[in-house]
T-cell receptor, first 110, second 115 residues
């Protein structure tokens, strides 16, 4: 299973943009890049996913490098509710399995 | 979308006993998975619950310890057998609604404490 590397933690101030990086140098051509987040005492929730092109949704944007070996999750204006652990995951197209890495713990300060 | 309900939400168990966790989805799903999350850690995939056939286990997890059933497209169970304190963890059920759908839905988890 392909793996991802993320910083253990990041900090942001409220209403500022946040860029969460992820390296996935061993990504295969059919792996989708997924981002999930886990708020305290909750199950993970889907944030966004993409294959090759940048993606936007109501929660965030996903910027994918041209060689697909890295990606960045962008929260345009962080709120206190965005404080969570963010997981960057490669989804195996053949098995649909999501193997979680260690994630980035995001702290947001007022 | 899919709403996943797990029971029990938490339990305290005695060493050597077994406990079955139930996972109910409010719609038919294609894939169901079971994860374990130990305190302060990330999620570890236990197995893929296959409808009508034996589950597919990840390395380090075996059927005798974690038997899984999936009798239909909306329901699955995970049993933690012959529990020890090392099995104290949160167990999470998750589901995919379709191969092309990107989103994996999760239940709130079942927190087990083994004494």
């Amino acid at each position: 299973d392909a793996k991802t590397t993320q910083p253990n933690s990041m900090e942001s101030n409220e209403e500022e943009p946040v860029h969460l990086p992820c390296n996935h140098s061993t990504i295969s051509g059919t792996d989708y890049i997924h981002w999930y987040r886990q708020l305290p005492s909750q199950g993970p929730e889907y944030v966004i996913h993409g294959l090759t092109s940048n993606v936007n949704n109501r929660m965030a944007s996903l910027a994918i490098a041209e060689d697909r070996k890295s990606s960045t999750l962008i929260l345009h204006r962080a709120t206190l509710r965005d404080a969570a652990v963010y997981y960057c995951i490669l989804r195996d197209f053949n098995t649909d399995k999501l193997i979680f890495g260690t994630g980035t713990r995001l702290q947001v300060f007022p | 979308s899919a709403v996943i309900s797990q029971k029990p939400s938490r339990d305290i168990c005695q060493r050597g006993t077994s406990l079955t966790i139930q996972c109910q989805v409010d719609s038919q799903v294609t894939m169901m998975f079971w994860y374990r999350q130990q305190p302060g850690q990330s999620l570890t995939l236990i197995a893929t619950a296959n409808q009508g056939s034996e589950a597919t286990y990840e390395s380090g997890f075996v059927i005798d310890k974690f038997p899984i059933s999936r009798p239909n497209l909306t329901f699955s169970t995970l049993t933690v057998s012959n529990m020890s304190p090392e099995d104290s963890s949160i167990y999470l059920c998750s589901a995919l609604t379709g191969r092309t759908a990107g989103e994996l839905f999760f239940g709130e988890g079942s927190r087990l404490t083994v004494l």
